[in-house]
Structures are given as structure tokens and as C-alpha cells.
């Protein structure tokens, strides 16, 4: 399993709900805010995976989010 698995797999488990990089890197315990920023970019460009700005179910916080659905 990867962390691009990890990632992917916490977005879809959260539809449809949107998650920030913070919330996401907090939760898989990933070394740096920017680990989970390039995984959700690359997540981005696949069916069904959207980023965009909207609200963070987790922090609450509006600012750039994924969620998938």
C-alpha cells in the first residue's frame, strides 16, 4: 500500500465530504503538510477526485479541499 493509496483511500472513505492537506497529513501521520499536497494534486487529475476551495469537513477551516464523488 502506498501513500498515494492511503490518501485515496481516506478521501473516498469521507465521501462526500471534503478534506484539506493539514487534516489530511494529521491523519495519516505524514512527516510534512506537502507530502499530502502533491498526493491529492495527483489525485486530482483522476475521475471522480475534485480540489477546489470549499470547506474542510475535519478543521472546519475554508481553504483548498479534495473530496471524491
Given amino acids: 500500500m502506498t501513500v498515494l493509496d ?4 481516506l478521501i473516498i472513505h469521507h465521501e462526500p465530504n471534503a478534506l484539506c492537506d493539514d487534516c489530511i497529513a494529521e491523519v495519516l501521520h505524514l512527516s510534512v503538510r506537502q ?10 487529475s483522476r475521475p471522480k477526485f475534485h480540489r477546489d476551495i470549499g470547506r474542510c ?8 479541499v479534495i473530496r471524491y464523488g
Fill in 6 to 9: 492511503d490518501v485515496a483511500r
Fill in 35 to 44: 507530502h499530502a499536497n502533491h498526493k491529492t494534486r495527483e489525485l486530482a
Fill in 57 to 64: 469537513f475535519r478543521c472546519g477551516k475554508r481553504k483548498k
